[in-house]
C-alpha cells in the first residue's frame, strides 16, 4: 500500500518524537541536504564519523572497502571541485564520454551541489588481497579470495551500505546535516591521478556521503523537496 509521503510522515512524527531510541528520533526528523553553508565539520566530528565507519559490523571485519574522507582543506576543496566538475554528474548518468559529448554540443549538463559539502566521504570497493601484503587468518582470506559465497557480489557493496548508514546517522546524532549520493559515472577514475595514488586494488566506487551544515531555506518542513513522493506503508510482517 502506497500513501503520500509527507502526509504520512505528519501523521506520525509525534509519536516518533517520543520513542525510547534516538536513532528512531534522528531518523524521523532528518531530511537530504541540498546546500551547505560555510560552517566546518570539525576534526573532532570528522573522527567521531570515521571512528563509526571503522566499528561498522561485517563478517570477520574483512572490510573489502577504503574510504577517501574528503574535507575543506585546501586540497580537499579542489578535489571535491573536480568531483563536482567531472564526477557528480546527475544528468546524463551515463560515462564520462556521454557527459563530454554532450559539453561539446552545448546540451545540459545537470551537477550536484550536494558533493561541495564540508565533509565528503567516498566509499570504494577494495581489493585487499595477498598482493596487497596485507595478513589475514584463514576465515578472512575465505572472504577475501571469494570461497565463501563466492558467486556473491554483495561482499563489498553490503558492508559499504552498512557503514554509509553509520556515518549519515553519527553526523546526525551531532548535529550536522547529510546527504546520499549514487550519481556519479565513471570520471571518477581520473581522480586517482588528482590524488596520486595508484587504483590498482580499487574496483570501483560505490557510494558518496555529504555532511555539513544545511543551508536549505524549507529545513524545517520534511518532505518539501520530495515532490509528490509515496511511500511503503506495508512492509511489514510480524508474527
Known amino acids: 500500500m502506497l500513501k503520500d509521503y509527507k502526509q504520512y510522515w505528519q501523521q506520525n512524527i509525534d509519536r516518533l518524537n517520543k520513542s525510547q531510541s534516538e536513532i528512531v528520533r534522528l531518523l524521523a526528523n532528518r531530511y537530504t541536504a541540498k546546500k551547505w553553508n560555510d560552517k566546518p565539520v570539525s576534526q573532532q566530528q570528522t573522527?567521531?564519523?570515521?571512528d563509526a565507519i571503522q566499528w561498522?559490523?561485517?563478517?570477520?571485519?574483512?572490510?573489502p572497502y577504503k574510504v577517501w574522507a574528503i574535507t575543506d582543506s585546501e586540497n580537499g576543496k579542489s578535489i571535491k571541485q573536480m568531483i563536482y566538475d567531472e564526477?557528480?554528474?546527475?544528468?546524463?548518468?551515463?560515462?564520462?564520454?556521454?557527459?563530454?559529448?554532450?559539453?561539446?554540443s552545448g546540451e545540459k549538463i545537470v551537477k550536484n551541489k550536494q558533493v561541495l559539502a564540508p565533509l565528503l566521504l567516498l566509499f570504494w570497493c577494495?581489493?585487499?588481497?595477498k598482493s596487497a601484503g596485507y595478513e589475514y587468518d584463514e576465515e578472512q582470506m575465505?572472504?577475501?579470495?571469494?570461497?565463501?559465497?563466492?558467486?556473491?557480489?554483495?561482499?563489498?557493496?553490503?558492508?559499504?551500505?552498512m557503514a554509509g548508514m553509520n556515518a549519515?546517522?553519527?553526523?546526525?546524532?551531532?548535529g550536522l546535516q547529510t546527504a546520499y549520493c549514487k550519481c556519479f559515472n565513471d570520471a571518477h577514475q581520473q581522480l586517482f591521478d588528482r590524488v596520486g595514488i595508484s587504483n590498482r586494488n580499487y574496483k570501483g566506487l560505490e557510494l558518496m556521503i555529504c555532511i555539513g551544515h544545511s543551508d536549505d531555506k524549507v529545513a524545517d518542513v520534511k518532505g518539501d523537496n520530495i515532490t509528490n513522493s509515496k511511500t511503503r506503508v506495508d512492509l511489514f510482517e510480524q508474527f
Open 126 to 129: 577494495y581489493d585487499y588481497g
Open 168 to 174: 549519515v546517522l553519527t553526523a546526525e546524532s551531532m
Open 87 to 104: 564526477v557528480a554528474i546527475a544528468e546524463p548518468l551515463t560515462n564520462s564520454i556521454s557527459t563530454e559529448r554532450r559539453r561539446i
Open 142 to 161: 575465505e572472504i577475501i579470495e571469494g570461497q565463501i559465497n563466492g558467486s556473491y557480489e554483495g561482499h563489498s557493496r553490503d558492508p559499504i551500505a
Open 47 to 50: 573522527q567521531a564519523i570515521m
Open 56 to 63: 561498522t559490523p561485517i563478517k570477520s571485519m574483512a572490510h
